[in-house]
């Protein structure tokens, strides 16, 4: 059974930063895709950034420059470097993982953690 479990969020002041870390209880290697994705009130869930097997990333345009996911294969963890946060990052913050190809479509993740609370004061 995997399991992803996401720490690091909480309560930031706008323009602070946070580091969320997403620790997986198997090799994140046996994962091709990694993503981190959040859920404000009222919207739906959508991805923030995304890592490959290989390194590659991909991120939203509102997190672009601001935003950086990379992992550590050695401590099967994904984090996400998260800077000059503004009031509309505020959501919940969730670790998924695909194992086989694809995109990082929400939709086509196979697992989940629970989430993690990010909340950013103006």
């Known amino acids: 059974q995997v399991q992803l479990v996401e720490s690091g969020g909480g309560l930031v002041q706008a323009g602070g930063s946070l580091r969320l870390s997403c620790a997986a209880s198997?090799?994140?290697?046996?994962?091709?895709?990694m993503g981190w994705y959040r859920q404000a009130p009222g919207k739906q869930r959508e991805l923030v950034a995304g890592?490959?097997?290989?390194?590659?990333?991909a991120s939203a345009d509102s997190v672009k420059g601001r935003f950086t996911i990379s992992r550590d294969n050695a401590k099967n963890t994904v984090y996400l470097q998260m800077n000059s946060l503004k009031p509309e990052d505020t959501a919940v913050y969730y670790c998924?993982?695909?194992?086989?190809?694809?995109?990082?479509?929400?939709?086509?993740?196979?697992?989940w953690g629970k989430g993690t609370l990010v909340t950013v004061s103006s």
């Open positions: 998924a993982a695909k194992s086989g190809r694809g995109s990082f479509s929400a939709a086509g993740m196979d697992y």
């Open positions: 198997g090799s994140i290697y046996n994962f091709n895709l």
């Open positions: 890592i490959t097997r290989g390194g590659s990333t």
